[in-house]
């Protein structure tokens, strides 16, 4: 079975940093891509980014470029979300998917960011 | 960017009814790349379709995703309790990936 486990969540204040991991089991985590996808609170779902099964492909949505930056590490089997200078509407729900061709066919349980002075 | 309308907002049933919810591409979602997920309230999405109507693994047959170009459709047959949900479509034709806004099905 599947199994996605986010972690790193938490409360910071604008403009700090906040590292997120995912470990992933129950499948051949060398052959997959990995994303990130949010929600914030009562709000719909957001793609956030995405990493190829080599570490040499990422992919951003606008307004994380330049601030989140996405690596995985195939050997522990873990991806990691680094988010600089967070901003408010950073506040959400982060959710760790595997990415099958553009379908996020397993999620994690998320994990949540708060962004607040 | 390839924005995605669902329609309606909420849909209010019955159990036993059946629900039809509407997704609207702003530009065509060729080669059928369009998924639908369910999400229960503090729980995480789920896969229910992809390629507009395949099936996910272990999801019922009277789930049924159709539709083509920029309409697609997520039909419900026979609601059960456990159908009570958000629904969401999702594109994977190109990036960014986008979502619709959501469906509500409630009783």
């Known amino acids: 079975e599947v199994h996605l486990v986010e972690s790193g969540g938490g409360l910071v204040q604008p403009g700090e940093s906040l590292r997120l991991s995912c470990v992933a089991s129950g499948f051949n985590f060398n052959y997959y891509w990995l994303a990130w996808v949010r929600q914030a609170p009562g709000k719909g779902l957001e793609w956030v980014a995405s990493i190829d099964q080599h570490d040499r492909e990422t992919y951003y949505v606008d307004s994380v470029q330049g601030r989140f930056i996405l690596s995985r590490d195939n050997a522990v089997r873990s991806v990691s979300l680094q988010m600089n200078d967070l901003r408010a509407d950073d506040t959400a729900t982060y959710y760790c998917?595997?990415?099958?061709?553009?379908?996020?066919?397993?999620w994690g349980q998320g994990t949540q960011v708060t962004v607040a002075s | 960017e390839v924005v995605l309308t669902q329609s309606p907002g909420t849909l209010s049933l019955s159990p036993g009814e059946g629900a039809t919810l509407s997704c609207r591409a702003s530009?065509?979602?060729?080669?059928?790349?369009l998924a639908w997920y369910q999400q229960k309230p503090g729980q995480a999405p789920r896969l229910l379709i992809y390629g507009a109507s395949r099936r996910a693994t272990g999801i019922p047959d009277r789930i049924t995703g159709s539709g083509s170009g920029t309409d697609f459709t997520l039909t419900i047959n026979g609601l059960g309790p456990d159908d009570f949900a958000m629904y969401y479509c999702q594109h994977y034709i190109s990036l960014p990936r986008t979502f619709g806004q959501g469906t509500k099905v409630e009783i």
């Open positions: 530009q065509s979602v060729s080669v059928n790349s």
């Open positions: 998917v595997r990415d099958t061709f553009g379908v996020y066919d397993s």
